[in-house]
């Protein structure tokens, strides 16, 4: 059964849509091979801000192997992630916010306000 791992990204300090496809291109370059950009669009919620969404789908994974890949692809953007467990769905769901001990892994990822991570069935 296929899943698919969507990275849902708030930008903040960006009034260009080219900026925010610019970051989503290094974060697919950061992730690996096979990610979309599912969409990219204005947020409204934050001034001067974008939300980005990339999907990478898996048809050869178990949930618990997805669930630490999830982990370890999170991790090489921002972090602290909270991670949220369900046992019975067996499922994992990230979330990022930005804050003053947030450690960002690279100076072009300084842009990530809020991130969401999740592992779904395709």
Same mark, same amino acid.
Do not use: C, H
């Given at each position: 059964?296929?899943?698919?791992?969507?990275?849902?990204?708030?930008?903040?300090?960006?009034?260009?849509?080219?900026?925010?496809?610019?970051?989503?291109? &290094?974060?697919?370059?950061? #992730?690996?091979?096979?990610?979309?950009?599912?969409?990219?669009?204005? $947020?409204? !919620?934050? /001034? @001067? *801000?974008?939300?980005?969404?990339?999907?990478?789908?898996?048809?050869?994974?178990?949930?618990?192997?997805?669930? &630490?890949?999830?982990?370890? #692809?999170?991790?090489?953007?921002?972090?602290?992630?909270?991670?949220? $467990?369900? !046992?019975? /769905? @067996? *499922?994992?769901?990230?979330?990022?916010?930005?804050?003053?001990?947030?450690?960002?892994?690279?100076?072009?990822?300084?842009?990530?306000?809020?991130?969401?991570?999740?592992?779904?069935?395709?």
């Amino acid at each position: 059964m296929n899943k698919n791992i969507l990275l849902t990204i708030i930008t903040e300090n960006q009034t260009q849509k080219v900026k925010a496809e610019k970051l989503a291109e &290094l974060l697919k370059n950061e #992730l690996g091979e096979g990610w979309e950009t599912e969409n990219i669009e204005k $947020y409204y !919620k934050f /001034e @001067n *801000s974008f939300k980005i969404e990339l999907k990478k789908t898996f048809s050869d994974k178990t949930q618990d192997k997805l669930n &630490l890949i999830g982990i370890s #692809l999170a991790d090489r953007l921002v972090s602290p992630w909270l991670v949220y $467990y369900d !046992k019975d /769905e @067996n *499922s994992v769901e990230l979330i990022f916010n930005k804050d003053n001990f947030s450690r960002i892994r690279k100076t072009d990822f300084n842009v990530i306000r809020w991130g969401q991570l999740l592992i779904t069935e395709a």
